[in-house]
Structures are given as C-alpha cells and as structure tokens.
C-alpha cells in the first residue's frame, strides 16, 4: 500500500460529516509537523479550521481544502460501509474519497517528497484547510482568508483539491467559478372570486409576462472562460388551493449564475428594471451565495498543466464550468488560484470512489507543481 493510499483510508476512516472534523486536521498536522511546518488552529463555531505554513519567503504556494463531507444518504443503499475504505475491482470506495480526501492526502506527500528532494527549495508552502466547505461556508475558509488578510499574510498561488475532472482523469482545471445569487420574488395581487375578476388582482396574470422577458434577456456575452450568464427559475407558487379564488400573490425563487462579466448589483438593478416596466408591485429579497472569480492563463495555470501532461499525456482544459467553490474566498487574498484533482462523477452519491490508478498520478501532479513554482 503507498503512503498516499493509507492516508487516504485513514481520512476516510474518520466520519467528518459537515460540519465535523473528528481528528482529520490533527491526522494533518501530525504529518506536516516533522517537515518544518508552522501551525494555526482557528476554530469558529463549530468548524475546525487549520492553518499552516513552512517558511517565510515569496512565492507562498498554499494547498487548500476541506475535511469535511456531505451525509452518506441511506446506508442500506451502499454496497460497503461508507466509512470503512473498500478496494473493489480497482476502486477505493468511502465517502470522501473522491471530494475530497484524495485530495489531501495526495497534496500531504507530494510536499513531503518534494521537501525531502529539494529541502532548500525557494518560497513557502502552506495548507489551509476547513470542516465548512459542505455546508453554510460562513464559519471556515473565508474567516481564515479574513485573518490571513488581517495579518498582511500575502498568497502568490493557491491549488484547491476540488474533484475537477470530469471524463478522464486529468483533462480539466478550474480556473475561476460563477458567482451564485439567488432572489425570491413576491407579487402583489388582491385576492377575490374568480367570477368577479373586476374586483381583484390576478398576480400570475400580471407577473407572467415580467418573468417571460426576464427568462428570455441576455444578460451577457460568453468569453474565452465563462458561458453567458444564467438565470433560472426553481419554485414557482401561488393560490390558495380552491378552483374558485383568484390569489393574492405569487412566489417565485430564482437563480443568477453570472460571471465576472456581471455584477450582482447590476443584474439585482436589471431585474428591477424590467418588474417596474410591468408595473408591478412586488418584494426581493436576495441572496449573493458567492461572487466570481477567474485566473487568467498564466503561471500556476501553465505549472499544473505542464505536470498534468507530464503525468498523464493529457492536454487539460481550463474550465469555469459547476457550482461555487472555497476558491470564491481565496482569491480575495491570493492572484492566482486553480482547482484541480479526481474525476468528479461519483460525489456525492452512494457508493463514492476513486480509481485506483489516479491516487499516485495525483500526488505527482502536485509535487511537480510545487516544482514548477518553487524550483
């Protein structure tokens, strides 16, 4: 069994559900405590959070991710206890073991064998890792990106262990996220009989064609990085439940994803534009879940990519494509930020894994990173 392996299954082994750590941060800092590394435990609520760092120069290469996982779902619907790693037919299968334990555990001895190679290396490494990333995202990675600005700690380059590939092992990073914001709409009507339309309000007459013109707009354009922006609606709601009352209101909740194109203030402002053109009367409430963010091809891009090939043979796409990521918080405090690491088809579900082919390759794609940068 390699070193990367073990790990991976003593991660698995620790029931981290969100927002639990139960021991998987200690198991790291046991691990990086021998190579030199500083540590800092910041606890928020109840979140763990980890902060470590092994030297003091420029560049600062920083390893981020989570210990925490979602729930399992229905035990009975797992062929193996998902907290018991199990090899099957080439695969390891656990919860976690894909998003993203892997993950850790490959970027734990990637640095080990990088430092024991190059112990005079130039720059600093350092790991930031959370027990909130599954979950509401308010008490992990973006209160230690808080205290690491506080400080005036300066991150050059940051590689987030989120499961990026999506067919083959190695064939796409992720350099940048859309942002996420979502609104419920009420409209206001006035309620009464339905044989007497005269005297109510109809608000799904009145806000049916706002929602049709807010569906069919443009929003922005798709570039080099980011589809057009998109807006969607989830839950759509109104009545009373009799055949005989016209309602008084409606609902309906919406989702922006944008990109760096757009701002959540423009498109909050957008939307407002096109309900008062149709005269309605209406409530927003909104909710920004987290802003864009994009690194443009450039240094850590051209590092990962030049080792995944090296490993893998694999010309890597850069993608900003999926749901919104602890990348959105570093890159407040950090230029350039790539996510990268397993196949992703199988988090989340029943029965997670990870091939068994990809653990080394992805450990050596993260130790010749950390080659790229800091050689």
């Known amino acids: 069994m390699s070193k990367t392996l073990k790990i991976i299954e003593q991660l698995i082994a620790l029931e981290s559900v969100t927002p639990s750590d139960l021991g998987c941060q200690d198991l790291v800092r046991q691990f990086l405590q021998p190579l030199g590394f500083q540590f800092d435990a910041i606890q928020s609520g109840q979140v763990s959070n980890l902060w470590a760092k092994r030297g003091t120069s420029q560049p600062l290469l920083v390893f981020a991710g989570h210990t925490d996982v979602v729930p399992t779902g229905p035990l009975e619907k797992w062929n193996s206890n998902p907290f018991v790693p199990t090899v099957r037919h080439g695969k390891l299968y656990g919860r976690g073991a894909a998003d993203m334990k892997s993950s850790i555990a490959a970027m734990l001895v990637a640095t080990e064998e990088f430092i024991h190679q190059h112990p005079d290396h130039a720059g600093s490494i350092g790991f930031l890792l959370t027990s909130d990333e599954e979950g509401p995202a308010i008490d992990g990675t973006v209160v230690v990106c808080q205290r690491l600005k506080e400080r005036g700690e300066k991150l050059d380059f940051c590689v987030v262990g989120e499961p990026t590939s999506a067919h083959r092992f190695g064939d796409t990073i992720k350099n940048g996220r859309r942002g996420s914001m979502s609104g419920t709409l009420t409209v206001h009507g006035v309620q009464g009989h339905i044989a007497y339309p005269q005297l109510a309000k109809n608000p799904i007459h009145l806000a049916a064609p706002a929602i049709a013109e807010l569906a069919q707009t443009v929003w922005d354009q798709a570039n080099d990085y980011y589809l057009p922006t998109?807006?969607?609606?989830?839950?759509?709601?109104?009545?009373?439940?009799?055949?005989?009352?016209?309602?008084?209101?409606?609902?309906?909740?919406?989702?922006?994803?944008?990109?760096?194109?757009?701002?959540?203030?423009?498109?909050?402002?957008?939307?407002?534009?096109?309900?008062?053109?149709?005269?309605?009367?209406?409530?927003?409430?909104?909710?920004?879940?987290?802003?864009?963010?994009?690194?443009?091809?450039?240094?850590?891009?051209?590092?990962?990519?030049?080792?995944?090939?090296?490993?893998?043979?694999?010309?890597?796409?850069?993608?900003?494509?999926?749901?919104?990521?602890?990348?959105?918080?570093?890159?407040?405090?950090?230029?350039?930020?790539?996510?990268?690491?397993?196949?992703?088809?199988?988090?989340?579900?029943?029965?997670?894994?990870?091939?068994?082919?990809?653990?080394?390759?992805?450990k050596n794609i993260y130790r010749k990173t950390l080659e790229n940068i800091l050689l």
Do not use: M
């Open 230 to 362: 998109s807006f969607q609606i989830s839950n759509l709601y109104s009545g009373t439940g009799a055949t005989n009352v016209i309602p008084g209101a409606l609902v309906a909740e919406f989702n922006f994803r944008f990109s760096t194109a757009s701002t959540a203030e423009n498109l909050q402002q957008r939307v407002h534009a096109v309900l008062d053109r149709h005269q309605l009367e209406y409530d927003i409430d909104w909710t920004i879940g987290g802003q864009p963010f994009l690194t443009p091809k450039g240094t850590l891009s051209d590092a990962i990519s030049k080792a995944i090939f090296s490993e893998t043979g694999i010309h890597t796409e850069l993608s900003t494509t999926g749901g919104t990521s602890d990348g959105r918080f570093i890159a407040q405090i950090c230029a350039e930020v790539i996510e990268f690491g397993p196949i992703n088809a199988s988090i989340h579900k029943i029965d997670e894994h990870i091939a068994l082919d990809e653990i080394e390759p992805l």
